[in-house]
Every structure is written in structure tokens, then in C-alpha cells.
């Protein structure tokens, strides 16, 4: 796939909406194999009331769950998910690097590894500016 799918054909593969859709854009889709995404923090996003005052930083969690998008991307792109939801089935081995702030631009890259049944396993890599923000084995329920 080489067009970008904006948020609005996001919606039709995945299930998320304000303020849960964690990704903004795709820019490559292979379905059943991988995508790549991008979120772009903003300081209007609310966990930045709390998280942390005069020192916004991206949860961890939020960022895994825009890497967990970004496979669901490309799992519920195949055509015998269509109108699925992906859960998580599991995280492992999550691990962060760099802290994610207002104004960064995310990118979120999932290959998945295997696909069985209603199970799918993928790794996630999050990226600002090149470097390492979070790596992520992610597990997926397909119901």
C-alpha cells in the first residue's frame, strides 16, 4: 500500500474512537505482514493535565497501545477480519528508551511474526526522531 490512510479509513478497520484512536495516520500497510503509523503528541491531549504538570510525559502504556493499533492495523486489514476486534492477548518484553513529549512525532512500525486462527503475535518498535522510544512483543485476540 503506498497512499497514507487518514484517520477516517483508520476508523473503518479498527474499532477505536476518541479518545482511544491513538494513531493518526498510516503510511504502509501490507496486510496480515505489517504497518507502519504515526501519532503526533499533542499538549492538548488530556493525560497532560496529570501526567506529569510542567513536565508532560507520554504514559508508557498510551504508547504500547498506539503500537498495539498499529498491529491491529494490519491484522484486521485481512480480508477474514474484517469487522473484528483485536484485543491484547499479552505484552512482552516491553521495554523504553527515550520519553515521549508534546510535539513529537511518533513512528509506530508492527511486523507480525505469526497469525494462527484467531491468535496473532507481532513486534513493535515506536520511534522519535530515529531513536528507540519503546519496543514491544504484543499478543492479539482476534473476536
Known amino acids: ?27 504502509e500497510l501490507v496486510p496480515g505482514e505489517m504497518a507502519v503509523a504515526r ?24 504508547i504500547v497501545e498506539s503500537l498495539a493499533q498499529t498491529g491491529a492495523m494490519a491484522l484486521l486489514s485481512k480480508p477474514e477480519f474484517k469487522g473484528k476486534t483485536a484485543y491484547f492477548g499479552g505484552i512482552k518484553s516491553a521495554e523504553f528508551r527515550k520519553v515521549v513529549r ?14 494462527r486462527r484467531n491468535i496473532g503475535v507481532g513486534k513493535g518498535i515506536a520511534t522519535v526522531d530515529g531513536k528507540k522510544a519503546c519496543t514491544a512483543e504484543l499478543t492479539f485476540v482476534i473476536g
Do not use: C, W
Open 1 to 27: 500500500m503506498s497512499e497514507v490512510l487518514d484517520s477516517a479509513v483508520i476508523q473503518k478497520i479498527i474499532p477505536h474512537r476518541y479518545p482511544m484512536l491513538l494513531i493518526d495516520r498510516v503510511e
Open 102 to 115: 508534546p510535539g513529537d512525532s511518533m513512528r509506530l512500525e508492527v511486523h507480525l511474526e505469526k497469525i
Open 39 to 62: 501519532r503526533n503528541v499533542t499538549i492538548h491531549e488530556e493525560v497532560f493535565n496529570g501526567h506529569f504538570p510542567n513536565n508532560p510525559v507520554l504514559p508508557g502504556a498510551l
